[in-house]
């Protein structure tokens, strides 16, 4: 099962933020969209960044609601790991298990094309393992 499987499932959809946005705006973005993070793009839909609800509450956490006028760009992360639409979910599993995060904003031909979540991946591997035990169980009664 690859990344663009999930994606032809889920939809392509995904919220976004310019880096010279305030923390204020994403806060009420992550909030109304009822999501985990925004990825953070430049005018032609790059990716620049991602801004997670765990960057949200470090730094209002440790500095107060003062810090809700920072910019996105002070806050996010913008070493970001990206995945492409073939890579499998075994794949991406292990990047965002060795990353310790879980978004992964999937990118083709330079631009963001959608993100995949661990609510994603798991809810995916899931139905697969239904689908192999399935198929085991069938194979063992027609023996
Ligand atoms: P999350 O688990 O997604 O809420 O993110 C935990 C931390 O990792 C936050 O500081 C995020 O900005 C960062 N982060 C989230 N996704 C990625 C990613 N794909 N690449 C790099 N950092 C990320």
């Known amino acids: 099962m690859t990344v663009r499987s999930i994606l032809n499932e889920k939809g392509h959809d995904v919220q976004t933020i310019p880096p010279d946005a305030t923390l204020r705006q994403a806060v009420e973005l992550l909030a109304e969209k009822r999501i985990g993070a925004i990825v953070v793009t430049d005018a032609e839909r790059r990716v620049v960044g991602i801004i997670s609800e ?7 956490g440790l500095d107060g609601p003062t810090r809700l006028d920072d910019t996105v760009s002070q806050v996010m992360t913008s070493k970001v790991v990206t995945a492409d639409g073939n890579e499998s979910v075994h794949q991406i599993m292990e990047q965002m298990t060795a990353g310790r995060f879980r978004h992964l904003p999937v990118v083709q031909g330079g631009k963001l094309i959608g ?3 661990i609510g994603d991946v798991v809810k995916h591997r899931l139905a697969e393992m239904e689908r192999e035990s399935t198929a085991m169980r069938e194979y063992i009664m027609s023996t």
């Open 54 to 60: 765990r960057d949200c509450v470090r730094v209002i």
């Open 115 to 117: 993100l995949v979540s």
